[in-house]
T-cell receptor
Framework: AQSVTQLDSQVPVFEEAPVELRCNYS??????LFWYVQYPNQGLQLLLKYLSGSTLVKGINGFEAEFNKSQTSFHLRKPSVHISDTAEYFCAVSFYNQGGKLIFGQGTELSVKP | IAGITQAPTSQILAAGRRMTLRCTQDMRHNAMYWYRQDLGLGLRLIHY???????GKGEVPDGYSVSRANTDDFPLTLASAVPSQTSVYFC???????????FGEGSRLTVL
């Protein structure tokens, strides 16, 4: 079955510390991978995406993610977080045989404390 | 500003009532989607449309219907609302199979 799992529901960190939000997927076909961010009472906006090519993808706000095909993972990282990064983060996968529909993970709440 | 407009922003509804959530995009995207967001469950796909005139069922379609009469509009209808349909509903659009989704601001629906 095709699925997406975010391994941490909540990640509390202190400001300027590094952070990694984990995402794993299950699929027997090729995938496209996305990370979205949702600030309170807002819709989702794209942080970054992997379609093909280099497995290290850089996005907005200093975030990056690495596609690891052998481990079926797409973890999101930032070397130094800010208070403004506090938000809900969603990993999403588009499976090649699903015609562009995104399947989302359960979300990870990142809480950055001073 | 180009994007997706959803209405209403928020609604409280009595169980058994009919409700239509409106979604309009001005980006001329072919594909449109409706998701519901529930705590701990992430976003789940309700219905989608790959192009005007076609629709398909997502992960949680029961109790919902959609139509796609033209490229810009993709309304979601709850024929007879139930409390389990209390959620935040997001409309989204996409330009292509591997393209990113663009989301509206959401419609918060409470069914009592």
């Amino acid at each position: 079955a095709q699925s997406v799992t975010q391994l941490d529901s909540q990640v509390p960190v202190f400001e300027e510390a590094p952070v990694e939000l984990r995402c794993n997927y299950s699929s027997s076909v090729s995938v496209y991978l996305f990370w979205y961010v949702q600030y309170p009472n807002q819709g989702l906006q794209l942080l970054l995406k992997y379609l093909s090519g280099s497995t290290l993808v850089k996005g907005i706000n200093g975030f990056e993610a690495e596609f690891n095909k052998s481990q079926t993972s797409f973890h999101l990282r930032k070397p130094s977080v800010h208070i403004s990064d506090t938000a809900e983060y969603f990993c999403a996968v588009s499976f090649y045989n699903q015609g562009g529909k995104l399947i989302f993970g359960q979300g990870t709440e990142l809480s950055v404390k001073p | 500003i180009a994007g997706i407009t959803q209405a209403p922003t928020s609604q409280i509804l009595a169980a058994g009532r009919r409700m239509t959530l409106r979604c309009t995009q001005d980006m001329r995207h072919n594909a449109m989607y409706w998701y519901r967001q529930d705590l701990g469950l992430g976003l789940r796909l309700i219905h989608y449309s790959n192009t005007a005139g076609t629709t398909g069922k997502g992960e949680v379609p029961d109790g919902y219907s959609v139509s796609r009469a033209n490229t810009d509009d993709f309304p979601l209808t709850l024929a007879s609302a139930v409390p389990s349909q209390t959620s935040v509903y997001f409309c989204a659009s996409s330009a292509g199979v591997s393209g990113e989704l663009f989301f509206g601001e959401g419609s918060r629906l409470t069914v009592l």
